[in-house]
């Protein structure tokens, strides 16, 4: 196998992405304090097993075979691929009404830790604030927590799928071609465009997930 993937995609609006497109984060301000909640989009780890043989003789070796290179740039595949953005509107779609509970309570300590600044509340009252709004952060930390979690484990079993795919695509075009090793692009100091096959294989790709409908 060429992929071992390893976690799919913005559920809030608010997002950072890394040069391979792997990270999502969402910051949320809860009174006065920031929480932030890492997501981890719709992104795969490729590893390639590189096999070589070589033979000696006392007298002569026959000449080697020159191995048949192709390259790949999979951030590339991963973003293009008609399958990864359907994953990105069911995710968002699937935790949305927990984001938005989030928010709301979000908005409830918010109002609270201002009414109590502005001297709102007092004596008995005062003390009792004090403690609902210390049971929204603890409340709002403890949900968040397991929304990021439940996030991160349905964007793996997502990509998980997603890498299958894009191996299949791989090894098919690899057996077509009599390719002998697929590489990934972003660690190749220098290649040319006519060794990379990303766009054919987001085309096998695409074209599979038309046949599905």
Do not use: C, W
């Amino acid at each position: 196998m060429l992929i071992d993937s390893a976690s799919a995609h913005s559920l809030y609006g608010f997002v950072t992405d890394d040069a391979a497109g792997t990270a999502l984060q969402t910051v949320i301000r809860f009174n006065g304090k920031f929480v932030m909640l890492k997501k981890v989009l719709l992104a795969s780890a490729l590893s390639v097993a590189l096999l070589g043989a070589s033979a000696t003789s006392v007298m002569a070796a026959p000449a080697a075979k020159t191995p048949t290179i192709a390259v790949i740039n999979l951030p590339l595949i991963m973003t293009e691929i008609p399958q990864a953005k359907d994953v990105e509107k069911t995710l968002a779609k699937e935790f949305s009404k927990r984001e938005q509970d989030l928010q709301k309570l979000q908005q409830k300590g918010t109002q609270l830790g201002q009414d109590i600044n502005a001297g709102k509340y007092k004596g008995n009252e005062l003390v009792n604030k004090q403690r609902e709004i210390a049971q929204l952060q603890a409340e709002f930390q403890l949900k968040a927590r397991a929304l990021q979690e439940d996030q991160q484990k349905r964007i793996q079993e997502e990509n998980r799928k997603l890498a299958v795919a894009v191996q299949k695509a791989i090894d098919a075009i690899a057996q077509e071609r009599n390719i002998d090793l697929v590489l990934r692009g972003e660690g190749i100091a220098y290649t040319i465009d006519s060794l990379d096959i990303s766009s054919d294989v987001i085309k096998r790709v695409s074209d599979a997930a038309k046949k599905k409908k």
